[in-house]
């Protein structure tokens, strides 16, 4: 079993492992909805939570079961040189539409769990193509910058506050969107593209989540996205300073 076999066939893992918990919370969560007879029509921000889950997760289990057959057998086999992770990315995409809703009996703790899968698989795939790119500072930066992009992808909550289904509206809109472009960077990433410090990537994040963090500053202000969001900014500038100062040098030279 070569070095690469061994690496893409855990990488393989990490994502299938990603999938099953952060399922098995979802149907969890939903079990317990039911259960407990939670009214899912009670209001437009709960028929949109819902939607969005059962939505994600049927899509989530057609495309995996029509684009990702070969994954699912490189679970059982050695022989996976040439695997590709792109469908696997566009699957994990699907399915973080489900957890990017709060639904009630969310399990937060088996969500970070499971993301925690889905960013092994990301750093395993930067760690095996690392000597194949011009610069391993950026590649790095990149990787800490894809990890801090993701958690400031706001997760939609419930607001009481007036105009709350634009709010609701706008924050749905955040998280399809951001979790797309987030998508797209992994497909990057995993296509050996070192640099992903692009506009068109952070642009959108800044202004939805200055939109949304402004909103329910006076209800309650999310912290977590807040120190993110800033920290995706920070190392954002940072790569566009090393890559200018890269460019300055082999222009002077």
Same mark, same amino acid.
């Given at each position: 079993?070569?070095?690469?076999?061994?690496?893409?066939?855990?990488?393989?893992?990490?994502?299938?492992?990603?999938? #099953?918990?952060?399922?098995? !919370?979802?149907?969890?969560?939903?079990?317990?909805?039911?259960?407990?007879?939670?009214?899912?029509?009670?209001?437009?921000?709960?028929?949109?939570?819902?939607?969005?889950?059962?939505?994600?997760?049927? %899509?989530?289990?057609?495309?995996?079961?029509?684009?990702?057959?070969?994954?699912?057998?490189?679970?059982?086999?050695?022989?996976?040189?040439?695997?590709?992770?792109? !469908?696997? #990315?566009?699957?994990? !995409?699907?399915?973080?539409?489900? %957890?990017?809703?709060?639904?009630?009996?969310?399990?937060? #703790?088996? *969500?970070?769990?499971?993301?925690?899968?889905? @960013?092994?698989?990301? $750093?395993?795939?930067?760690?095996?193509? *690392? +000597?194949?790119?011009?610069?391993?500072?950026?590649?790095?930066?990149?990787?800490?910058?894809? $990890?801090?992009?993701?958690?400031? =992808?706001?997760?939609?909550? *419930?607001?009481?506050? +007036?105009?709350?289904?634009?709010?609701?509206?706008?924050?749905?809109?955040?998280?399809?969107?951001?979790?797309? @472009?987030?998508?797209?960077?992994?497909?990057?990433?995993?296509? +050996?593209?070192?640099?992903?410090?692009?506009?068109?990537?952070?642009?959108?994040?800044?202004?939805?989540?200055?939109?949304?963090?402004?909103?329910?500053?006076? !209800?309650? =202000?999310?912290?977590?996205?807040?120190?993110? =969001?800033?920290?995706?900014?920070?190392?954002?500038?940072?790569?566009?300073?090393?890559?200018?100062?890269?460019?300055?040098?082999?222009?002077?030279?």
């Amino acid at each position: 079993m070569t070095k690469a076999n061994k690496i893409n066939y855990v990488i393989n893992l990490m994502f299938f492992l990603y999938f #099953i918990v952060l399922f098995i !919370e979802r149907v969890i969560s939903l079990s317990l909805t039911f259960i407990n007879k939670i009214d899912i029509f009670k209001n437009f921000f709960s028929i949109s939570v819902y939607f969005s889950i059962f939505l994600s997760l049927i %899509g989530f289990f057609i495309y995996l079961a029509i684009k990702c057959r070969k994954n699912i057998k490189a679970l059982f086999s050695l022989n996976n040189d040439d695997l590709s992770f792109n !469908e696997l #990315i566009i699957a994990g !995409e699907i399915l973080l539409i489900s %957890g990017m809703v709060h639904s009630e009996y969310t399990i937060s #703790i088996v *969500q970070f769990i499971s993301y925690g899968f889905y @960013i092994l698989a990301v $750093v395993l795939k930067v760690i095996s193509f *690392q +000597n194949e790119v011009k610069n391993k500072t950026i590649l790095y930066l990149s990787l800490i910058y894809l $990890v801090c992009y993701s958690m400031a =992808i706001p997760v939609t909550y *419930q607001t009481f506050l +007036n105009y709350s289904d634009l709010y609701h509206v706008i924050s749905l809109i955040a998280s399809y969107l951001l979790v797309g @472009i987030f998508t797209y960077m992994t497909h990057k990433l995993f296509n +050996n593209e070192e640099n992903l410090f692009r506009y068109i990537y952070i642009l959108p994040a800044v202004i939805l989540d200055t939109f949304l963090i402004a909103f329910r500053w006076k !209800e309650e =202000i999310n912290v977590f996205v807040l120190i993110f =969001i800033c920290l995706s900014v920070l190392l954002f500038i940072s790569g566009r300073i090393i890559l200018y100062i890269k460019k300055e040098k082999i222009k002077n030279n």
